[in-house]
């Protein structure tokens, strides 16, 4: 007989320490395609499934020692969903429209940082390559503002 | 119940579980991979559909409720309902992660079976009955006549305003 209110515990805890480690509750819109890592999905359904594996494990024997182990598992979901998640697994590296890249998620002053340093070097080959880059990225910021845009206008159509 | 009877059902079942929350989740809007891109304008070439072909590319490039489906009746026959289907839900997480996507379709589509199998195992349908039926509709999506299944998966997608708007 299945026990409910171990996932109950489990699901509720990582809930609770997702949230205090200032996880997102929802991924942002359009959900669908968001890679953004929140306590609703994929926190809660992880903790699910590794409450799971630990019954099938045989570690919940029908004591009141299983409601501590799925609380337990529930925190230490929410903590592998906040600090290990995107580390083992992380987002595509690549200019989709609908993916930021992470070219363009690097902070501005890393591309500051590489400008100087490509100046003071002084090849203009590497610059211009630099520049064209840059343009590409624009461009592709750019349609991905479209097409972002278009979305939000059909979804209000 | 009947075993044919059955599995007729959970074919039934099956496929309008994937292709329903396939095409809620986007599958036919844009390929997620180059591997889908070139399966989509390749079906398209050979007079299909280009939002089916997407599909039909999206689902052999990474585990979505098509794949979510097939593990999560497996898991629960192998392992039980509903702890098997948790179990997969998890893991086609980690294969959708692995293979560039987001992870909600096949997340979803593991987690609806797996209610959907708990329930029906009242009237007697059985995980083992939802593993062929789950092979006999992707057959009929991806074995049998890729232009036809693309239009028919084209024109679920615009009725469900997920239709591509790419060339």
């Not at chain 2, 192998?78 to 379709?105: H, K, M, Q, S, W």
Request: aromatic share 8%; glycine share 10%.
């Amino acid at each position: 007989m299945i026990n409910y209110i171990v996932y109950m515990i489990a699901v509720g805890s990582a809930i609770i320490v997702g949230l205090l480690l200032r996880l997102p509750l929802l991924p942002e819109n359009p959900k669908r395609q968001s890679w953004t890592i929140s306590v609703i999905f994929p926190t809660a359904v992880l903790a699910l499934g590794f409450t799971a594996m630990i019954s099938k494990l045989g570690y919940l024997n029908s004591t009141n020692t299983d409601y501590i182990i799925a609380l337990v598992v529930g925190i230490i979901t929410s903590i592998f969903s906040k600090f290990i998640l995107e580390r083992i697994l992380p987002r595509p590296v690549h200019d989709s429209p609908h993916e930021p890249s992470l070219s363009s998620a690097e902070p501005p002053e890393e591309h500051e940082k590489i400008k100087e340093s490509q100046s003071r070097s002084g090849s203009s080959k590497n610059s211009s390559e630099y520049k064209n880059k840059s343009e590409s990225s624009k461009n592709s910021n750019n349609e991905s503002e479209d097409n972002s845009s278009q979305m939000k206008e059909e979804s209000h159509g | 119940m009947d075993e044919l009877i059955g599995i007729i059902i959970a074919a039934v079942i099956s496929w309008l579980n994937f292709v329903l929350i396939d095409t809620w989740m986007g599958l036919p809007e844009s390929p997620g991979v180059k591997g889908a891109e070139v399966i989509g304008r390749g079906i398209k070439k050979r007079g299909g559909d280009l939002a089916g072909g997407f599909f039909q590319g999206n689902i052999v490039c990474s585990p979505d409720a098509s794949a979510g489906t097939l593990l999560a009746s497996i898991a629960c026959y192998a392992i039980g309902t509903p702890e098997g289907g948790l179990i997969a839900a998890t893991l086609v997480y980690f294969g959708n992660r692995l293979c560039a996507d987001p992870g909600y379709a096949g997340t979803t589509g593991a987690l609806t079976i797996t209610i959907i199998i708990a329930l029906t195992s009242y009237i007697g349908i059985t995980p083992a009955m939802f593993i062929v039926g789950m092979l006999i509709a992707i057959f009929t999506i991806q074995g049998l006549y890729h232009p036809a299944s693309s239009k028919l998966l084209g024109k679920i997608a615009h009725k469900m305003g997920r239709y591509t708007k790419l060339n």
